[in-house]
């Protein structure tokens, strides 16, 4: 039933994934309404209908700007809603599924449109929502790598307005956001490589994006970049290949996030990285799930 009921659908008002209080209300409202047509008691009918209509617009009820690390099936997503949802970022989208899981989220948490849709790099474990995302979810802009350039890249350029490709030392500044990017300076003629690396700047509270970068990329970020940041997205879900001692040691941050995926047949996050890191530092979806912070000037609250 917890499938079927996902997908519900009145007046092509798409519900997303709901929590069971809420099915057990729907239908009885559903009910309620049935009856109200029999009996021609419009009262009743109205009240439904705006309990649908607050539904479909719950994201403008939202009274903090909340940022979300995502636990997916595979992969990784961040995102991020301001109060009231005006303005909306997503970066990355986590493996495509055949359930669409993660159109599901965004249409739970209340996004109708997405203003900045951020992809650090096409590995289909960070693209592979977005390619059913942007046909029900309008997308704004859309900001890729400069040197990552696929399929997967221009079939999404088709559902956005605008598209950016950026490099080191682009910069996108907006009344919500200011965000600037490290890396990459040059084609590594490599997907995980090639990740767009980038510091986002939201209420005064900094965090730093790394994409799958390998430890080569990290070395080349530190030669130029001195980097003091509130939260550090782990690169690579926590693979061997990244996170190197001496990047960890140059990077000011108070906390490291890990999104390995619930399904992760590659054993993410390694021990031998999350060793590297003090563990009251850590905050990681393979033990807490999905990770929110909301976001209030120069200060936050993280919680699981």
Known sequence: MAQNTAN????????????????????ALFYLLLIALETKKLKLCLFFIIFMICWYYKGCF?????????????????????????????????????????????????????????????????????????????????????????????YLKKYS???????????????YFKLNVISPNKDYNNINDNSLVFTLEINNIKFLFTG?????????????????VDFLKIAHHGSKTSTCNEFLNNINYKYAVVMSGYYNPFGFPIKEVMNRIPKYKQLRTDEVQT???ILKKNKYIIKN
């Open 8 to 27: 519900i659908e009145f007046l092509l008002l798409s519900l997303g994934n709901v929590h069971v209080v809420f099915k057990v209300l729907y239908y």
């Open 62 to 154: 939202k009274l903090n700007d909340e940022l979300y690390f995502l636990d997916l099936h595979e992969g990784e997503s961040t995102v991020i809603v301001s109060k009231h949802t005006k303005d909306v970022i997503v970066i990355d989208t986590g493996e495509v599924s055949k359930n669409f899981d993660f159109t599901k989220i965004i249409k739970n948490l209340g996004i109708k449109e997405i203003d900045y849709l951020i992809i650090s790099h096409s590995d289909s474990d960070h693209i592979g929502g977005a390619i059913n995302l942007v046909k029900y979810v309008k997308v704004k802009n859309l900001v890729l790598s400069y040197y990552d350039k696929t399929s997967s890249t221009n």
């Open 161 to 175: 307005k605008n598209v950016y490709y950026l490099k080191s030392g682009n910069q996108i500044t907006t009344k």
């Open 212 to 228: 799958d970068i390998s430890t080569k990329v990290e070395k080349d970020i530190l030669k130029n970049n001195k980097i003091n």
């Open 291 to 293: 990770i929110k912070v």
